[in-house]
């Protein structure tokens, strides 16, 4: 075709019919330059691309795009429209922002990767308002437990009715927003693996079917939450890799490792606090150390002893202070009554003055 329009003595009917091939070639829904495509499967795998490839088999059903550095996508990454795409995988690209209309060409997608990404904004359009997704993967991708709420706020949309698995794993999230995942009525399948939460409270998880909670940083569960598992008989929870605290507070939470088989691993949990207790089965704490009252009582009767003590130490202060400085205090009680006294003693003077009938008058004029 080059080598065609390299000739010097072509007609300009041939010319034109080059210019429609070429117009053809760049509108071309081949597979992308250097990606490889295979049955209806494209990879265009860490090439360095800072877009997703703009022409795309019509025919595609899969498409990698991982470990490039696209920094965002919006609706211009997919301008035509891909009925067959179900799977799109952006896993490593540095990825900040996710903008309104993103997704709007691909009505069948049903699975999406945007794990090992750095997310700081992600519309609420971004996916359509008739989503069939089914699968979306965060893992790795949300490093700011600041912008938690902001970030995914997108699922209060209520356009993600099917969505069945969602992958949070790996992520600094500390608390989970309110009822986060309250639109989210299809959730069966959440991963909250080593996403450095805190607290589980009531409310904030829908009925699930496989709960991971491993890997985070949780003392105890409340005891609403652990009421709230308990009404969903089909729950598998996973809790090893936490810091739990065995004090009278996990008392709710042995119960029920004991008494429900919802938390698979509860043989692998065990005590990171108190010291004694380090490593120790949460399943083998003795329930004399889950009593809360007698280590209240304990900790009130040490604190009594001690202010009483603090106080009779003060006391005793006071009076050898007292003791010491008798003289000088001795001194000051005289001095004072001295004072006490000269100062009467002008009252009583001046009195006697005043109640003169003959000075009486002598005052007044003097003071007119
Ligand atoms: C998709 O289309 C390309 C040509 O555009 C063809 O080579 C390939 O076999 C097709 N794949 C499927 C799964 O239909
Ligand atoms: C999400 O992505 C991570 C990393 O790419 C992967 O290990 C994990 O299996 C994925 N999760 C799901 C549910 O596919
Ligand atoms: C997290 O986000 C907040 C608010 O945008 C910002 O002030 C802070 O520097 C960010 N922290 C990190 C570690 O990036
Ligand atoms: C938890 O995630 C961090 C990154 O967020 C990673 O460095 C660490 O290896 C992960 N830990 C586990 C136990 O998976
Ligand atoms: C959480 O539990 C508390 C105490 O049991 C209850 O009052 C509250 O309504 C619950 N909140 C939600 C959102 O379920
Ligand atoms: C418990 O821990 C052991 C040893 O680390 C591991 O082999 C086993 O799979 C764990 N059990 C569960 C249910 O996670």
């Known amino acids: 075709m080059y080598a065609n329009q390299g000739r010097p003595h072509r007609k300009p009917g041939m010319t034109r019919l080059l210019l429609l091939l070429l117009a053809l070639a760049s509108s071309c829904r081949c597979c992308p330059d250097r990606c490889l495509c295979s049955s209806g499967t494209v990879r265009c795998q860490d090439l360095d691309l800072d877009a997703i490839p703009r022409s795309l088999p019509a025919n595609t059903t ?15 990454s997919f301008p035509a429209r891909l009925d067959k795409l179900t799977d799109l995988y952006l896993s490593g690209n540095e990825m900040e922002r996710v903008e309104a209309g993103t997704f709007r060409n691909l009505p069948n997608l049903a699975r999406l990767d945007l794990s090992d990404n750095r997310i700081l904004d992600f519309s609420d359009r971004a996916l359509p308002d008739d989503s069939k997704l089914k699968l979306l993967n965060l ?23 099917q969505l069945t698995t969602l992958d949070l794993s790996h992520n600094d999230l500390l608390i ?16 909250l693996g080593n996403s450095s939460l805190i607290t589980i409270q009531n409310g904030t998880l829908p009925p699930l079917r496989d709960l991971d909670l491993r890997d985070n940083d949780l003392k105890d569960l409340p005891h609403a939450t652990i009421a709230e598992f308990s009404l969903n008989p089909g729950l598998r929870v996973q809790l090893t890799g936490n810091p739990w605290r065995c004090s009278c507070f996990i008392d709710d939470l042995v119960m029920w490792l004991k008494s429900s088989v919802q938390v698979v691993d509860s043989d692998n949990l065990t005590c990171a606090d108190p010291e004694a207790m380090r490593n120790r089965p949460l399943l083998e704490v003795p329930p004399s150390q889950l009593k809360c009252s007698d280590d209240m009582e304990g900790v009130l009767e040490t604190s009594y002893v001690f202010l009483g003590l603090v106080l009779a130490l003060i006391g005793v202060i006071f009076l050898l202070v007292l003791y010491l400085n008798r003289k000088g205090i001795k001194k000051w009680i005289y001095n004072i009554r001295d004072a006490c006294r000269d100062h009467m003693e002008g009252y009583h003077y001046r009195y006697e003055i005043n109640s003169d009938p003959r000075l009486a008058n002598l005052s007044i004029n003097s003071d007119v």
């Open 139 to 161: 893992s790795g991708s949300l490093h700011n437990h600041s912008l938690t709420d902001k970030v995914l706020r997108f699922f209060f949309r209520e356009n993600l009715l």
């Open 62 to 76: 899969s498409l990698f795009v991982t470990g490039n550095r696209i920094s965002h996508v919006d609706e211009a």
């Open 176 to 191: 989970l927003p309110d009822g986060v995942f309250t639109a989210l009525s299809s959730l069966a399948t959440l991963n």
